[in-house]
């Protein structure tokens, strides 16, 4: 735990732990010196463990007997004469006992009957419930190595007796550790063919339903198909039926029957589809080298950008250097892309480069009211901007897409103005309630009631602006504003307008490349060709280059919460920036408000992602597919780093990460349905208007 209260991270002051043993029985305390450096044994976690006693202990000049958690227990039940405890793994650290030396010799021998009598407990369970079973042949014959040991005891040879007894609750604990992880294999096999097969279905249906190759590859004789697909089908649910017998007859837990029947329901599509990959196979192979070379650039790409959203996980501050280089090499292909003099390059390269600052931020963030209240008219200026270049841009052929107004006459700026209001607003009531708090006042109920207003209110007013792509985003940044500032405390708030610069910068980079290229190319392969681009309601088909789409949203989504926190536990994050709507202990409407923080950077981003989509004429869903695919990816990543070995942190943090990534695709399809309603309605400059003016 931290100083505050809240959960502590890896920091040796959250993590170290003082073990003090006094009374009869117990060694008294040595000092420090090269010559009596204890064996301190292995120890699960991969702390250092002889880094120097700390200071405000008091203990210097003593040497310190580290243990590992379980040791703890037979070391108490050693001292009061006890049996240990019949689940207990540790080891008894002798360096703290005051025994002679038969003692200690039985002491052990009865830590190691412990230890083994669950090895052989283990043993019997999983010989019984199994149809082939495999002893663990390096305790074949524990009862001769017992046996062996207490005629040591009995002849007074200790020594020998005490080597041998560590060694046998050595094997005891492989044994143990044996039988727990017995069914590992075959499961992490099972789940990791689940994961491939489920990545390998959404790989055939984005194809099928979002490229042109389902136009390409259209097979006339689907009655024969459809034959074969029905005796794959029908072989799939033998197989599974097989399967679920024998789990059955090994009475395995009902997860087993789970994960088997749908691994191989998964595989069983896979495999009605092989038509389809077959003939994508033969298309390849025909002389399509040059597009075989793309899709292996871009899945080493795509692969490496992954890898990094993995180890960003325990590592914020590569989101620094990824932002940092980013902002260079994007600046660098604007500004030779660009025919004209702009300076968009310049934004996008300072953008990304603010935003990278945050990172290196700490997690724990202070509080500074200052920086909260200037955030506040930091959002103000952003949306001015946004604003007036929206109004000022007409006839300009580069910003029509985004900037496109289809009504003669644009709305009054009364809405506007308003959201600018509300924004000053909170920023005034940001200051008024920290004031009444530092001061140990009660929150009066009036400000409480005008904080929860403008938290409401400003969430509805993007509703109703108009429905081009800059106005409608400008308008849902300034809308959630108010409310993101009511919840902040430090540098948070700041953070959420470097965001918007950064998301702003990405529409940007879309929007020249649609400009400069892919209308000139779609038009040209169209009268080329012929062939059909579309797919419906003025929506094109998947391209190979539009895989940048989705790995840029998983940038973007994960550094809108690296950006302010740690991702391991919603604890890191400061609950007193729920203080100004509540002041009640209420632990889940503060959880709550807590967590709708957190969604607010997440739907500034699907919102952008959203409008970019239709900027570019991209089936949504589609692209929504590849994000699944992505993070299935990350996935099988995390599953092979979940961890039970190790301190609580270690292993709690492997499995929150784990959790978090399986949880994403759910989450971000809930966050897509709220944000539809926002962004549905966004109209875009049409893309004849758009090439006719190119032209």
């Known amino acids: 735990m931290s100083d505050k209260g809240s959960h502590g991270d890896g920091h040796p002051s959250n993590t170290d732990t003082p073990l003090v043993v006094w009374g009869a029985g117990v060694k008294?305390?040595?000092?420090?010196?090269?010559?009596?450096?204890?064996?301190?044994?292995?120890?699960?976690?991969e702390h250092a463990h002889d880094m120097p006693t700390p200071v405000d202990w008091g203990l210097n000049g003593i040497e310190r007997v580290d243990v590992n958690q379980a040791d703890i227990a037979p070391l108490m039940s050693t001292l009061l004469g006890l049996p240990c405890p019949v689940n207990s793994v540790g080891n008894l650290p002798l360096g703290y006992v005051d025994m002679i030396e038969a003692e200690e010799v039985e002491a052990v021998l009865a830590n190691t009957k412990q230890i083994l009598n669950q090895f052989l407990c283990k043993s019997k369970i999983k010989q019984s419930n199994s149809l082939y079973f495999k002893p663990f042949k390096l305790l074949a014959h524990h009862s001769a190595a017992l046996e062996h040991i207490e005629h040591l005891i009995s002849i007074r040879d200790y020594g020998s007796a005490m080597m041998l007894a560590q060694n046998l609750r050595t094997l005891a604990l492989k044994g143990l550790q044996y039988f727990q992880t017995y069914d590992w294999l075959m499961l992490m096999t099972v789940i990791t063919l689940g994961y491939i097969g489920w990545i390998i279905c959404l790989l055939l249906h984005i194809?099928?339903?979002?490229?042109?190759?389902?136009d390409v590859f259209k097979n006339p004789d689907d009655a024969w198909q459809r034959n074969n697909k029905t005796k794959v089908y029908l072989f799939g649910c033998l197989l599974t039926g097989a399967i679920s017998v024998l789990l059955f007859m090994e009475h395995s837990p009902p997860l087993y029957h789970a994960y088997f029947s749908m691994?191989?329901?998964?595989?069983?599509?896979?495999?009605?589809?092989?038509?389809?990959?077959?003939?994508?196979?033969?298309?390849?192979s025909w002389g399509k080298y040059n597009y075989i070379i793309k899709i292996l650039a871009a899945s080493a790409v795509s692969i490496f950008i992954l890898e990094f959203l993995v180890n960003s996980f325990t590592e914020r501050k590569l989101y620094t250097w990824c932002f940092f280089i980013m902002g260079i090499i994007a600046a660098f292909y604007l500004f030779h892309a660009i025919p004209w003099r702009s300076g968009?390059?310049?934004?996008?390269?300072?953008?990304?480069?603010?935003?990278?600052?945050?990172?290196?931020?700490?997690?724990?963030?202070?509080?500074?009211?200052?920086?909260?209240?200037?955030?506040?008219?930091?959002?103000?200026?952003?949306?001015?901007?946004?604003?007036?270049?929206?109004?000022?841009?007409?006839?300009?052929?580069?910003?029509?897409?985004?900037?496109?107004?289809?009504?003669?006459?644009?709305?009054?700026?009364?809405?506007?103005?308003?959201?600018?209001?509300?924004?000053?607003?909170?920023?005034?009531?940001?200051?008024?309630?920290?004031?009444?708090?530092?001061?140990?006042?009660?929150?009066?109920?009036?400000?409480?009631?005008?904080n929860w207003s403008i938290a409401g209110f400003s969430m509805v007013l993007p509703l109703?602006?108009?429905?081009?792509?800059?106005?409608?985003?400008?308008?849902?940044?300034?809308?959630?504003?108010?409310?993101?500032?009511?919840?902040?405390?430090?540098?948070?708030?700041?953070?959420?307008g470097a965001l918007a610069l950064v998301l702003v910068a990405w529409i940007l980079f879309e929007n020249t490349i649609l400009h400069l290229t892919k209308v000139a190319k779609l038009s040209a392969s169209m009268k080329r060709t012929g062939e059909k681009t579309m797919l419906e309601n003025d929506v094109r088909y998947l391209q190979l280059s539009d895989v940048r789409?989705?790995?840029?949203?998983?940038?973007?989504?994960?550094?809108?919460?690296?950006?302010?926190?740690?991702?391991?536990?919603?604890?890191s994050f400061e609950i007193s920036s729920v203080y100004r709507f509540i002041t009640v202990f209420s632990p889940f409407l503060m959880a709550t408000l807590l967590i709708f923080k957190l969604f607010i950077p997440f739907m500034l981003v699907i919102c952008v992602f959203s409008a970019i989509t239709k900027l570019?004429?991209?089936?949504?869903?589609?692209?929504?597919?590849?994000?699944?695919?992505?993070?299935?990816?990350?996935?099988?990543?995390?599953?092979?780093?979940?961890?039970?070995?190790?301190?609580?942190?270690e292993i709690g943090n492997s499995i929150s990460?784990?959790?978090?990534?399986?949880?994403?695709?759910?989450?971000?399809?809930?966050?897509?349905?709220?944000?539809?309603?926002?962004?549905?309605?966004?109209?875009?400059?049409?893309?004849?208007?758009?090439?006719?003016?190119?032209?």
């Open 28 to 45: 008294y305390p040595k000092p420090i010196s090269s010559s009596n450096n204890s064996d301190h044994g292995v120890f699960v976690d």
């Open 616 to 649: 570019l004429q991209v089936p949504r869903v589609g692209c929504y597919f590849l994000v699944i695919l992505f993070s299935d990816v990350m996935t099988i990543h995390f599953f092979f780093l979940v961890r039970n070995t190790g301190s609580w942190m």
């Open 657 to 695: 990460h784990f959790g978090i990534v399986s949880a994403q695709v759910v989450f971000v399809l809930l966050l897509f349905a709220l944000t539809n309603t926002y962004t549905k309605d966004i109209q875009i400059g049409s893309a004849g208007s758009s090439s006719q003016k190119a032209a």
């Open 549 to 571: 789409i989705p790995l840029i949203f998983l940038i973007l989504f994960n550094v809108a919460f690296f950006g302010t926190g740690n991702f391991a536990s919603i604890a």
């Open 207 to 214: 194809l099928q339903s979002y490229t042109s190759l389902a």
């Open 263 to 284: 691994t191989v329901f998964l595989w069983t599509q896979i495999v009605g589809e092989y038509q389809f990959i077959r003939t994508l196979c033969r298309w390849l």
């Open 344 to 450: 968009i390059p310049i934004y996008v390269c300072c953008a990304c480069w603010f935003l990278s600052v945050f990172t290196l931020m700490p997690a724990d963030i202070p509080d500074n009211n200052g920086l909260v209240i200037a955030s506040g008219a930091i959002i103000v200026i952003i949306g001015a901007a946004a604003r007036w270049l929206d109004q000022h841009s007409e006839g300009n052929k580069y910003w029509l897409r985004i900037c496109y107004h289809k009504m003669e006459k644009p709305r009054s700026p009364v809405l506007f103005f308003l959201q600018v209001l509300l924004v000053g607003l909170s920023s005034a009531m940001v200051s008024i309630s920290t004031s009444h708090r530092k001061e140990k006042q009660e929150l009066h109920a009036i400000h409480q009631l005008i």
């Open 464 to 496: 109703f602006s108009e429905k081009s792509l800059l106005s409608r985003l400008t308008s849902i940044f300034l809308g959630f504003a108010p409310t993101f500032l009511l919840l902040s405390i430090g540098y948070e708030a700041v953070f959420y």
